[in-house]
């Protein structure tokens, strides 16, 4: 069966009050190297408004999560 | 459809073939060495005294005193298994073994031949025997399948008609799911308790608060693809609708029994080096090499140890061999009655040319054929994929690239 490389994978995050990440996966964000929005299919009945942040967590992880505008809900995404 | 075979207890059973008195008895296997005491399957008689399954063993000896420990016998279970597994095979079922006590098959190749699905399952529980307390369930998904199994009564069969999973699901208790004892009480201080509660949430929320165990959980309560939930990163090949049969077993084995218990292990090894000699003659074998070997004892004072070595590259070479099991000795629990040795899976090539000059072409193609199944003999079917890209410039990362399975 054919599958989705680099599916998002829901993630657990604690947010900030501007609307970006504090935690991932229960550890503290260090810092934000990037934000950016994807909206995309808006002329289709599933569109995509996502909202990106690459992260450094304290462990020095680099990690890119996402909120999904459309149906809410954090994700994490390899690829992006 | 998927059917599902599913023997309650498999472990305990196993082990209590050789004394069946103590399955009247309250027992229970005993907790794997080295590991938490939590204790494995019961029998009925602890249950009925208030002994489950994972319970801590202080407090089973507090609830029941005269709880009986059965030791644990992997050999024993991989071989009633494996009996099992072959009867099943002689009866015409392509079969895929999950673990010891479950698998699944699809019906489809039987249907015929035993006049529809019932009287197939009914076979197969034929085949299993009827003292395993086997129950058998078939669905248009796995877990479905296995569903219907878990509720079935033993040596009965429950049929799910197709397109109507998500009812018979839905009225299921929640201890069904694949899911942490945690994250069931979770829910079940949110008044989820039942399949269906759980399949009317909505899966971001669901994803959101238990993560990726709770989003396959909900996406198995509502009878979906697994693998929109995105969980092929996590099992990958993992495919509801579809089962995978296992190759022929080789079926190549050699015992050597010691006249009293060996614990030396200088003495195991030399016992191992025979154990090889004899094992690479056999004619069976007819040149091909190893890919795959099990190494077994039985120990003193009953139960037995059982450890797999998967090659790096097969090989018929007794030192190679030899450094591979050699090493697992060292993790025997008890002295030993005997030491076994099984040939699990061959390699196709009879001996290999070492390469004068660098592999191209038609050998190059072999040997990275050879290789990925080297690794879907330690990493399952469907573990190996070719990347395709269908749209690079997308934006959308998930849409760039898709996994193609290279069964």
Known sequence: MLARLNEPQPALVEERFDGSPDRVNRQPVAAIREEWRVLDRWWTEEPISRRYFEVVLESGQNVVVFRDQEQGGWFSQRGA | ?407
């Open chain 2, 1 to 407: 459809m998927i059917a599902c075979i599913l023997v309650p207890g498999f472990e305990l059973q196993a082990a209590l073939r050789s004394r069946p008195r103590l399955g009247l008895r309250p027992a229970a296997l005993a907790p794997e060495p080295g590991t938490e005491p939590l204790l494995g399957p019961v029998t009925a008689a602890a249950e009925a005294a208030g002994v489950r399954p994972g319970m801590r063993l202080g407090e089973a000896l507090a609830l029941c005193p005269s709880i009986a420990l059965v030791e644990r016998d992997p050999h024993g279970v991989e071989e009633e298994w494996e009996g099992i597994l072959k009867r099943l095979e002689d009866s015409g079922f392509a079969i895929e073994s999950v673990e010891p006590g479950c698998l699944y098959f699809d019906t489809r190749g039987v249907e015929r031949l035993y006049g529809g699905v019932k009287p197939a399952l009914k076979r197969a529980l034929a085949s299993v025997g009827a003292s395993w307390n086997a129950s058998a369930g078939a669905a248009d998904r796995r877990f479905a399948a296995l569903a219907a199994a878990a509720i079935a009564r033993p040596d009965q069969a429950v049929v799910v008609d197709d397109g109507r999973s998500k009812e018979f699901l839905a009225p299921l208790p929640l201890s069904l799911l694949p899911l942490e004892q945690p994250r069931r009480e979770e829910l079940g201080h949110l008044g989820v308790k039942k399949i269906g509660q759980l399949a009317g949430l909505p899966g971001s929320a669901v994803a959101e608060r238990l993560g990726p165990d709770g989003r396959r959980a909900w996406s198995l309560a509502r009878n979906e693809d697994t693998a929109d939930a995105g969980l092929n990163d996590i099992q990958p090949g993992f495919n509801d609708t579809r089962v995978t049969a296992r190759p022929p077993a080789t079926d190549l084995a050699e015992w050597l029994e010691f006249p009293e218990a060996v614990a030396n292990e200088l003495t195991l090894r030399r016992a191992l080096t025979a154990l090889l000699d004899r094992i690479l003659a056999r004619p069976e074998r007819g040149g091909r090499e190893i890919r795959k070997v099990a190494l077994s004892a039985r120990l003193v004072g009953g139960g037995s140890w059982r450890r797999t070595a998967t090659l790096r590259e097969p090989s018929a070479e007794r030192g190679v061999l030899r450094a591979a099991l050699g090493p697992k000795l060292a993790e025997l629990p008890a002295p030993v009655l005997s030491l076994g040795i099984e040939l699990l899976t061959l390699a196709e090539a009879e001996g290999r040319q070492l390469a004068l000059v660098r592999p191209e072409g038609e050998e190059l193609e072999t040997r990275l054929r050879d290789g990925l199944r080297q690794v879907r003999a330690r990493a399952g079917a469907g573990a190996v994929a070719t990347v395709v890209e269908v749209a690079p410039w997308s934006r959308i990362p998930e849409q760039r690239a898709l996994l193609v399975p290279r069964d």
